[in-house]
């Protein structure tokens, strides 16, 4: 099935500065690709979404790059915030059935530095 | 719409005690997912519904637990009896028709002593 890996776990950033942070996956066939933000207590809530047929997509600060041939995409959040601060989950559709299931990574802790 | 609703927010309970969780869906949307949260194991499908039939049940951690969806504006995943290893966040969320997003409700934090 589906595998997908998020690297770094953990990232600290200043104040201002980009952050990145890049997931893996396994089947080739999955073709959406979604970053959900949560803070702490709260639910998991879409940030920003690829589809397989773009190569970048871009919403204010933040934006999100797929590679298919590398079975790459990674979040791209500039000049961050302190409300940036959360840990940030990608995720892969799985595309067998078009049963609109989702296998998550582990989530990376996102620490933005005042 | 209000969203994805979950209830209760919050249980505390004692092992051997069943436990219920509700949810209620976007309204419109055809899935429905029941995720667990935990330090350990990250976010975890357990089962999702598809029209209300339950379409994939392989993350479910033991007969322990069992969800219904009795019809498209309401699910339940129950716990009996509960363990203390079930303490974790348990997730609800649904995606529309044609859609590949889901929307999660807030979450029901369980404690089991």
């Known amino acids: 099935g589906e595998n997908v890996e998020q690297h770094p776990s953990t990232l600290s950033v200043q104040e201002g500065d980009s952050a990145v942070i890049k997931c893996t996956y396994s089947?080739?066939?999955?073709?959406?690709f979604p970053w959900y933000k949560q803070e702490l207590g709260k639910r998991p809530q879409l940030i920003i979404d690829i589809r397989s047929n773009v190569g970048e997509k871009k919403d204010q600060r933040i934006a999100v790059t797929l590679n298919k041939t590398a079975k790459h995409f990674s979040l791209h959040i500039t000049e961050t915030q302190p409300e940036d601060s959360a840990v940030y989950f990608c995720?892969?559709?799985?595309?067998?059935?078009?049963?609109?299931?989702?296998?998550f990574g582990k989530g990376n802790q996102v620490v933005v530095i005042p | 719409d209000a969203g994805v609703i979950q209830s209760p927010r919050h249980e505390v309970t004692e092992m051997g005690q069943e436990v219920t969780l509700r949810c209620k869906p976007i309204?419109?949307?055809?899935?429905l997912f029941w995720y667990r949260q935990t330090m350990m194991r990250g976010l975890e499908l357990l089962i999702y519904?598809?029209?209300?039939?339950?379409?994939?049940d392989s993350g479910m951690p033991e007969d322990r637990f069992s969800a219904k969806m009795p019809n498209a504006s309401f699910s339940t995943l129950k716990i009996q009896p509960s363990e203390p290893r079930d303490s974790a966040v348990y997730f609800c969320?649904?995606?529309?028709?044609?859609?590949?997003?889901?929307?999660f409700g807030p979450g029901t934090r369980l404690t089991v002593l």
């Open positions: 969320a649904s995606s529309g028709p044609r859609r590949s997003e889901q929307f």
């Open positions: 089947d080739s066939a999955s073709n959406y």
């Open positions: 995720a892969a559709s799985i595309p067998r059935g078009g049963n609109n299931r989702l296998a």
């Open positions: 519904f598809n029209n209300n039939v339950p379409i994939d």
């Open positions: 309204s419109g949307h055809d899935y």
